[in-house]
């Protein structure tokens, strides 16, 4: 399951482009001039420290928010002016899998897969049940289709998010963190289907992660945020032979570097004698 | 403040002629409203049921005591009635609505958001409004008025109990001057005000969950805000309801 082999002819048609992307919440910048492109029938990674917006990217692709200046385009739509019956369609051709899975608790596993096909299709009921419990079969779960989710461990919940995110057949896969929390044999479940469901069914996957290692085996190409730009893409094995040295502490896991181990903050030593700014007032006894 | 003030209700007021919309298609699955019904509705019967008794209890023991210093304690059928169905019946039910019903709408859409589980349905195309909150809205708006009904029945009973049964008025008096004083109209205007608390305690309660913070702070204020705002707003549109009755 190498991730860098030879690029097929139909892998270049692009479905993700965003070009000068600038995005901030709260005055605080988290994009500036970012640049991101997503091929056909890839699995693209987006890696970077934790703070640097991949989820927030996430969010913007699919139209939960509107990026400040730049474009951000879908399957050829720039997405942030469409109205809403439009987004919903270009939805349609999307399948997100969630953190946590983000399951509707009050269904069963087979209710959940079931949602997105009872909410836009009308399928004789067996139709729907031969198709529910075939992407519930694709990922293991056939037999846990009547349980709750609150009966579901964290790489099981993980697993039918994931079969309900394919049951629309979409074209495209985005997946928010899905190796957190789990143990190494769910994780390497997720990893292994990830590749399986890109290639099998033909879509384009989007991972977002911060684990070097799972995104090395399944990914064709890697993104890596930092600074509110992508600062370097290609195959995971080109990655890790970057001299940036941004790059070479995140991929090598440095706890100090260009990503500073400390938050900004004033004078160690000011702080604890209790000089100067405001923030050093923090855990004073009461007079 | 009178801005932010402004600012909210134009908010609401945006949400529910959204939420207006979606009523129709929700209506479609009638098993999800029903559902909804069961939840905010047959889930708060007991409250309602205690509460009833005890204010119609209430009711007969001071009703007698007031009544007989005027020596018309066979009235007393009447007073606890047109009270029960006007005010008592209407306004208590809301507040015990706001508590019961309206906090368990707010926390638990507030809980589908902290836990992303309305972001899943917007990514797959679902609008939330139509397939979680028009249900939930419906069903409160349907379930008040049949809890106020209950109440005042209830409240009833609870009146004869004391004042029949224990300080000895006249049944047949109790019964038949109720029948004969309290009019259509009387009855009317406890409806009006049960579907007019339904909708407003309703639409705050799921208001307040679709936008909450996600955040367990945010879900427990806007739950706290729910009740605040339900009682409040209850009172001040029995007020307004009260006025515009009597002024016909």
């Known amino acids: 399951m190498g991730g860098n082999g030879g690029t097929p002819k139909r892998m270049t048609e692009t479905i993700i482009k965003i070009s000068g992307l600038s995005y901030g919440v709260g005055g605080r910048g988290i994009f500036s001039g970012l640049d991101f492109e997503a091929l056909r029938g890839q699995v693209t990674a987006i890696m970077g420290p934790s703070g640097t917006g991949k989820t927030t990217l996430l969010r913007l692709i699919t139209g939960q928010v509107s990026p400040a200046a730049g474009r951000v385009e879908v399957f050829g739509q720039q997405v942030d002016t469409l109205e809403k019956p439009e987004l919903y369609a270009l939805r349609r051709r999307m399948g997100m899998l969630f953190q946590n899975g983000a399951l509707l608790t009050d269904l069963s596993v087979f209710e959940n897969v079931a949602f997105p096909v009872r909410a836009h299709a009308r399928l004789p009921e067996s139709v729907l049940r031969q198709l529910v419990l075939t992407k519930l079969h694709a990922v293991g779960l056939r037999g846990a289709a009547e349980l709750m989710p609150a009966e579901l461990s964290g790489g099981m919940a993980r697993r039918v998010a994931l079969a309900r995110a394919i049951v629309m057949d979409p074209e495209l896969l985005i997946y928010d963190e899905p190796f957190v929390g789990l143990d190494p044999i769910s994780m390497g479940v997720i990893v292994r289907l990830i590749r399986e469901l890109n290639d099998a069914l033909g879509i384009t996957s989007i991972v977002v992660s911060h684990d070097v290692d799972e995104l090395a085996q399944i990914a064709h190409r890697s993104c890596l945020l930092s600074g509110g730009k992508v600062v370097a893409q290609g195959s995971p094995a080109e990655l890790r032979e970057s001299r940036l040295e941004v790059v070479r502490q995140f991929m090598s896991g440095e706890s100090d570097g260009p990503v500073a181990f400390h938050y900004p903050a004033p004078d160690y030593f000011d702080q604890l004698m209790d000089r100067g700014g405001s923030s050093s007032s923090a855990g004073r006894a009461p007079r | ?248």
Request: net charge neutral; glycine share 10%; aromatic share 6%.
């Open chain 2, 1 to 248: 403040m009178i801005a932010e003030t402004l600012q909210r209700i134009g908010t609401v007021a945006v949400f529910l002629v959204r939420l207006l919309v979606q009523c129709g298609p929700a209506l479609r699955k009638p098993r999800a409203v029903v559902h909804q019904i069961y939840n905010a509705g047959a889930r708060s019967l007991i409250i309602i049921m205690l509460s009833g008794l005890f204010v119609g209890m209430v009711l007969g023991l001071q009703g007698f005591d007031l009544l007989q210093r005027f020596g018309s304690e066979d009235a007393l059928g009447v007073a606890a009635a047109l009270g029960l169905l006007k005010e008592l019946g209407p306004v208590v039910t809301a507040l015990l609505f706001a508590g019961r019903a309206g906090t368990a709408l707010t926390s638990e859409i507030g809980l589908m958001r902290a836990t992303d589980q309305l972001t899943a349905m917007e990514m797959m195309a679902v609008d939330p409004l139509r397939h979680v909150v028009a249900p939930r809205f419906i069903g409160g708006v349907v379930a008040m008025p049949l809890l106020v009904a209950i109440f005042n029945v209830i409240g009833l009973f609870g009146a004869q109990l004391i004042g029949v049964q224990l300080m000895g008025v006249d049944p047949g008096a109790f019964w038949s001057q109720m029948q004969a004083a309290v009019e259509l109209d009387d009855v009317n205007e406890g409806i009006v005000k049960s579907v007019c608390f339904g909708l407003a305690c309703s639409l705050i309660a799921v208001h307040e969950g679709y936008t909450a913070k996600p955040t367990a702070e945010g879900v427990g204020l806007a739950t706290t805000r729910t009740v605040v705002i339900s009682s409040v707003l209850t009172l001040l549109l029995d007020y307004i309801l009260t006025a515009a009755f009597l002024g016909r």
